[in-house]
């Protein structure tokens, strides 16, 4: 196995792989023959049990060496892989450095571990390559990238030669891209010692547009500038602004979840990161994908300062943003930054000769958002057509429509307030009852 790895230009870097190392260096040590047989079987286990440990979170199956290796290749992001994602393949000589790679890749998914199985008395590469899993929960797996991943294995898998190969994988690069970005929808930053680091959420809400009952103006508001920012057209960073439990946040999800396969992928980011803003653009302007840099319940007191790294990213700053970017916010506050009467006030304020500005400067940031859509708490008949749409979707409800509207009421007044999340919560306990 070794021998092939070295074989290997244009995807080396796979070498470094945990997994793939540790198998190399296993077979080294076979093929020369100076080995202990028991620290060779506990190797070959503990690499064998972090396969496993990657095909439970990405719910894998049936080979899992095949899917592990088609991972790689899928997560691989190198010169070759990165342009036949922005432009597909073109002729060059690039190309035949690839054809060379993609033969090792193929006879790495032939690999014979016959050998070291006989030789060792164990059968967990038979096992692996011929798997079974358990049923999974999809929220306990990424299914987006296990679907993906498994595709391309089973391509490669059928591939005749490195030809096919080739095509096989370029033609995923094309379809799905590359790394990260390709196989995931949603991102958060993570600060880490090494820098900023832009890690996937591998478990996103599934929701859609449609699960959200009302607020037609503002769903298709929302639709209309996100397919216009998909389409390259001219966009506006958007702000969702209003009551808690409107909808905003849901609405934010489904758009992704409708644009994902036209290329749509969010990073959410908190205000303590705003510092991070220009590092985070600059690593994702000229990848092939449209990103939403995604702000939840945005607000700032009258003390932070956070919101002047926001207002040099939206048309502040020197450097334009990135036409595949785009801002969107949601928000409880109107004009996102807490104001105080002094704020109104050059007068009553010692500290400011023009304290007016001070709050010019507050109110300017909300104005950086080129579109802001307001989300009303719902009326007493909203509400309860809320509750009616989201009952209709569930038939182990049997409760008759007099009967749900009077238990909706009794549940808006016990907990307070009514809202399109009060409405959900309380179905949500119907159908708790219905199945105990």
């Known amino acids: 196995m070794n021998h092939y790895l070295d074989q290997l230009i244009v995807y080396r870097n796979i070498n470094s792989a945990e997994i793939l190392k540790g198998l190399a260096s296993v077979f080294k040590r076979f093929n020369q023959g100076s080995y202990d047989p028991a620290e060779l079987v506990s190797e070959v286990n503990v690499l064998i049990h972090r396969l496993l440990d990657i095909a439970t979170q990405y719910g894998f199956n049936q080979n899992l060496w095949h899917n592990y290796l088609a991972y790689l290749v899928a997560m691989t992001e190198n010169p070759f892989s990165l342009t036949c994602e922005r432009v597909q393949a073109r002729e060059g000589s690039v190309n035949r450095l690839a054809m060379n790679d993609f033969k090792v890749i193929k006879d790495l998914f032939d690999y014979d ?21 358990l049923d999974k929960d999809q929220k306990k797996y990424n299914k987006h990238v296990s679907d993906k991943v498994r595709m391309l294995s089973a391509s490669i898998e059928n591939a005749f030669d490195e030809k096919q190969v080739f095509d096989a994988i370029t033609d995923f690069y094309r379809l799905h891209g590359v790394g990260q970005f390709g196989l995931n929808k949603a991102f958060r930053l993570i600060d880490c010692k090494d820098g900023l680091q832009i890690e996937p959420i591998t478990n996103t809400v599934n929701v859609n547009l449609d699960d959200l009952v009302g607020y037609e103006d503002q769903k298709r508001i929302l639709v209309d500038n996100t397919q216009a920012f998909i389409k390259g ?45 220009s590092t985070l653009i600059s690593r994702i302007k000229n990848r092939n994908y449209r990103f939403i840099i995604y702000m939840d319940d945005l607000s700032f007191e009258d003390f932070e300062t956070e919101y002047k790294y926001l207002k040099a990213v939206i048309e502040g700053g020197v450097e334009i943003t990135p036409e595949n970017i785009l801002i969107y916010a949601t928000s409880n506050r109107r004009h996102l930054i807490k104001e105080t009467w002094s704020d109104r ?25 080129g579109i802001t859509v ?63």
């Open 113 to 133: 571990f016959g050998p070291i199985e006989a030789a060792l008395n164990i059968n967990c590469f038979s096992t692996i390559c011929n798997y079974q899993a």
């Open 233 to 277: 057209l001219s966009a506006n960073n958007l702000l969702l602004y209003g009551d808690s439990g409107t909808g905003k946040s849901t609405c934010i999800k489904a758009i992704l979840n409708q644009y994902y396969d036209s290329g749509l992928r969010l990073i959410e980011i908190y205000k303590h990161q705003f510092k991070h803003l």
């Open 345 to 369: 006030s050059d007068a009553n304020n010692e500290n400011e000769i023009h304290h007016s500005d001070t709050a010019e400067e507050k109110m300017s940031l909300v104005n950086r958002f």
């Open 374 to 436: 307001q989300f009303f708490k719902p009326s007493r008949d909203e509400y309860l057509e809320i509750v009616k749409g989201i009952a209709r979707r569930h038939p182990e409800i049997t409760l008759n429509e007099e009967e749900l509207v009077a238990e909706a009421m009794k549940w808006g007044n016990w907990h307070g307030n009514i809202s399109g999340r009060r409405a959900q919560q309380f179905i949500n306990y119907l159908l708790g009852q219905s199945r105990g």
